[in-house]
């Protein structure tokens, strides 16, 4: 009988002689593994933070945008023959980046004064239905603005006003 207990008390001290070197294997990997990002986020941190204060230094100001009145304008809409005719009021607004180009620019008032009555002379009251027919219009009028005071160069067409009436 002390001969079984012996065997199984051996069996049990063979067992947790087994268990303590994967529990130490795994304490260890756990370890370096914690190590290892502890370690890679302080580094990362500390290279991000001088980098962008380095970047943000550097940096001058933006500019601020300066803007061109566009005189307002009020066209009739193309329409089917015997339907109401509709009117499009538009004031809008050009966008410059830099001052210098206003003036520039201001001259040339007539000209795009001109090419946008054209434009929206040729436009139907669904051509402006919706955020995405207004869009199209923005980006045509940005298109043709720039073609007629070139070399400047016009940030954006923005509407203060349109109605459709």
Request: charged letters at 25%; proline letters at 6%; zero cysteines.
């Amino acid at each position: 009988m002390a001969d079984k207990e012996e065997a199984e008390g051996g069996a049990e001290a063979s067992e947790e002689a087994v268990v303590a070197p994967k529990g130490k294997l795994k304490l260890i990997i756990a370890v370096v593994l914690v190590l290892a990002i502890v370690g890679g986020g302080s580094t990362w941190f500390f290279f991000l933070r001088h980098h962008g204060e380095e970047a943000h230094a550097e940096a001058p100001p933006p500019k601020p945008s300066s803007y061109v009145e566009v005189p307002d304008m009020l066209v009739n809409l193309v329409g089917t023959p015997g339907e109401r005719v509709q009117y499009l009021k538009v004031k809008i607004v050009l966008e410059v980046k830099e001052e210098k180009q206003v003036e520039a620019i201001k001259p040339n008032l007539p000209r795009v004064t001109d090419i946008f009555q054209t434009y929206l002379r040729e436009l139907r009251a669904s051509d402006l239905n919706g955020s995405a027919g207004l869009f199209r219009l923005r980006e045509e009028l940005t298109r043709r603005v720039n073609a007629a005071v070139s070399p400047n160069q016009v940030s954006a067409v923005l509407f203060k006003e349109i109605v459709v009436q």
